[in-house]
């Protein structure tokens, strides 16, 4: 594993970040109100996403952790749409930030996190259970996108 940080911190930072850009770099304002609280049910889609797959986790008494073996194959609830729900609910969270933000700088924060966690967490992930489930992970990842 490359990175020290677990993805929960490059989401807050990323949360952080946004506000900053937000705030001190306003660079162009391109959504503005009503039509920036559409940035609201993605949030809400977001959390519910991730309290979803972290229930998955409890249910299934297997580790969130991405440098920690997972002691099953999670092929089941949001696992159905995406092999990583938990990034993808992150991602969600901060596209709503940005919406309702309406800053444009607020945007490049959720495409800077797809590549962080795209770089330093995914191909780990991936390829640790490949080597944990061989053919029964190749089979789910045929089937189930990476995001959505």
Same mark, same amino acid.
């Given at each position: *594993?490359?990175?020290?940080?677990?993805?929960? #911190?490059?989401?807050?930072?990323?949360?952080?970040? #946004?506000? /900053?850009?937000?705030?001190?770099?306003?660079?162009?304002?391109?959504?503005?109100?009503?039509? #920036?609280?559409? =940035?609201?049910?993605?949030?809400?889609? =977001?959390?519910?996403?991730?309290?979803?797959?972290?229930?998955?986790? &409890?249910?299934?008494?297997?580790?969130?952790?991405?440098?920690?073996?997972?002691?099953?194959? *999670?092929?089941? =609830?949001?696992?159905?749409? #995406? !092999?990583?729900?938990?990034?993808? =609910? *992150?991602?969600?969270?901060?596209? /709503?930030?940005?919406?309702?933000? /309406?800053?444009?700088?607020?945007?490049?924060?959720?495409?800077?996190?797809?590549?962080? *966690?795209?770089?330093?967490?995914?191909?780990?992930?991936? !390829?640790?259970?490949?080597?944990?489930? /061989?053919?029964?992970?190749?089979?789910?990842? !045929? &089937?189930? !996108?990476?995001?959505?």
């Amino acid at each position: *594993m490359k990175s020290k940080l677990l993805p929960p #911190s490059y989401f807050y930072l990323s949360i952080l970040l #946004s506000v /900053g850009l937000h705030f001190l770099v306003p660079i162009k304002k391109i959504l503005h109100f009503p039509a #920036s609280y559409i =940035g609201i049910p993605l949030v809400l889609l =977001g959390i519910a996403i991730n309290l979803w797959t972290d229930s998955v986790f &409890k249910k299934n008494k297997t580790t969130v952790k991405p440098y920690e073996n997972p002691s099953a194959l *999670m092929t089941a =609830g949001p696992f159905r749409v #995406s !092999r990583h729900p938990m990034y993808l =609910g *992150m991602t969600l969270i901060l596209i /709503g930030a940005a919406v309702l933000f /309406g800053t444009l700088a607020t945007f490049l924060v959720p495409v800077l996190f797809v590549v962080l *966690m795209e770089v330093l967490f995914i191909p780990f992930e991936e !390829r640790n259970l490949e080597e944990i489930f /061989g053919d029964s992970y190749r089979q789910y990842k !045929r &089937k189930v !996108r990476r995001w959505i």
